[in-house]
């Protein structure tokens, strides 16, 4: 409190004071954030955003994001930041609409690596089509936060019409992915631990709004539930699944895609890709005549090249899922008790 | 990973597996948080909430909560992320419908403690009439947060008819104050410097809805702009609002309200009043006419009752906040550096 402040050239650093609610924070505010979301540097920086949603049911969610390290082949923890809440709404059927975002950083944190940060949130935001309307910067002192950690939420509108929940699941659903399952989970861990693969895995980390939409334009009420499968991987969201509707998942071990990198990895690591989490993926749980209306759509969709059906939902009975496996086995796949990746979004 | 999974007794700290996407975290939220939020703890986790808004403006804010500690006379981490959030809503004239919470936990953070967050934020929304519909939970290692930090965004709608904001406030309205400021910062202050005075000072913490509401009610259009003063306090507030709309704000330093032990603190440390953060004071900006009935309207709230004119809005000019002091002198307010209090909410 007694401390000179710093000169008028800008530190290369976050200071404690950049948190304080002062002057220094409305100009990180307005020269380092602002802009770089497309804002109008100028504008008022009002504590809540006003919207105008139009009638219908909105949809909510938040994720805070505490990924490390928070730069990684694919994407950083503002690409990520940006497109799990776009994804979580997506999954409800609902187009995000408006997010808010909340910064703690730790004192110290270089302005240059913030900054890249806020870049990735805006650029990412701006190719979803959905626009940053609110946030929060809060510091805290070294050794209080490691780094970074973002939060967003998010709001968006949803498509009436669109029943969409677990309770609309089905026997003899087909359940379609659309992608390789792994590749965010590896390639957060290879870069943590400083692991080389032959080739680098990436993440696939990706907005899934358009995908999401595809699916429902092609399968109408048939597309029953969807999921993108982050934390806990396919395991966690066919589980989820499993147990709130007391159906059993059958999955077809062989149908499900694995790239040759992540499966190596995987191995190395002994880690289950089906547990490995993914950040650019979407599960669907569609009735049979709609399947392959939608299986296409999916298809269609460069988000979707390589989407498959990967199993179906079987009678009422205890919630599980059963993998039959590339053996010829089966065998029950428990939802993951949570430890086997921290930190991985 | 290679460990043996913890046996059937619970924990009695918080685990990495606790934010892991799987079955643990799924416990977690069922019988630790849903509970404390009058939620359905059968309630289906589902990753967003769907409301009903109606129809017409809605406000969206979000906050993040670091404060240090986290219990404090007066409050918590758990009520000050209700109430920062609602009164974020409620000077914007919104009426707060739905909250989300997002905790970032350190690993081996007691359970108890985690508990008692949720409980206090269960009741203070209960208290405030709003509901907790959508969450997250992210455990970091040993030494990667301190302790939790916890993240609210909102949702509520705005009434109709009510133009608030700074474009709309005018030479010669009134500065309206609902109580005595600085006591939230120098409760958690004097908490975590373990500084003890004659009496203890209590956070000022609460939720305004009720008690804007009861500003616009008496009010109408003549409410023109309202801010709850919080980091950098009330000379923050006024110093945003001054340099927002570019005209000279005149406070009266007498008629600001300040507990004695609040005073001797203040002086104790070294601090100016005027720059520390309140979380349960409403200012309010009115055009003379109203002044009268909306100053009634907030002494008779009892989180109001001792409201008082503190000022006033002069002609445009440079954008300043001017004190005009008990000696009778005049002194410049600055928008404090920021580096006064940090982890004060």
């Not at 710093?6 to 950049?18: F, Q, S």
């Not at 289950?272 to 999916?298: F, H, R, S, Y």
């Amino acid at each position: 409190m007694g401390e000179a402040r710093p000169g008028t050239e800008r530190d290369d650093r976050i200071l404690l004071a950049h948190g304080g609610g002062g002057e220094l924070m409305r100009e990180l505010i307005r020269a380092d954030i602002l802009p770089r979301l497309g804002c109008d540097a100028g504008a008022v920086l009002s504590d809540s955003a006003l919207l105008d949603l139009g009638s219908g049911r909105t949809a909510f969610t938040t994720d805070s994001y505490v990924v490390k390290p928070l730069f990684f082949p694919g994407g950083d923890i503002g690409t990520l930041a940006v497109c799990g809440t776009v994804n979580d709404l997506a999954v409800v059927g609902a187009e995000a609409a408006a997010l808010s975002l909340a910064f703690i950083v730790e004192e110290g944190f270089p302005l240059d690596d913030f900054r890249r940060v806020v870049d990735s949130v805006g650029r990412t935001a701006s190719q979803a089509g959905v626009r940053v309307v609110t946030g929060d910067v809060k510091v805290v002192e070294r050794g209080g936060a490691d780094g970074l950690f973002v939060n967003t939420a998010g709001v968006g509108k949803v498509a009436e019409g669109v029943p969409l929940g677990a309770e609309h699941v089905l026997p003899g659903d087909r359940i379609l992915l659309s992608g390789p399952i792994g590749n965010h989970g590896i390639a957060v861990l290879s870069a943590r631990e400083g692991i080389a693969f032959e080739t680098t895995v990436r993440s696939d980390v990706a907005c899934l709004g358009d995908l999401a939409h595809a699916a429902l334009t092609a399968g109408g009420e048939g597309v029953h539930w969807m999921r993108d499968p982050t934390r806990g991987g396919l395991a966690a969201a066919l589980g989820e699944l499993a147990e709130d509707t007391q159906v059993e998942v059958t999955v077809d071990e062989t149908a499900v895609s694995v790239d040759p990198d992540v499966r190596a990895a995987c191995e190395l690591l002994g880690l289950d890709p089906l547990v490995v989490a993914n950040e650019g993926k979407l599960v669907a749980v569609v009735a049979e005549p709609a399947a392959e209306n939608v299986l296409t759509a999916l298809q269609d969709h460069p988000l979707g090249v390589k989407a498959a059906p990967v199993g179906f939902v079987g009678e009422s009975g205890p919630g599980r899922v059963v993998l039959e496996t590339r053996t010829g086995g089966r065998r029950l796949v428990e939802l993951p008790y949570g430890e086997e990746l921290p930190r991985i979004c």
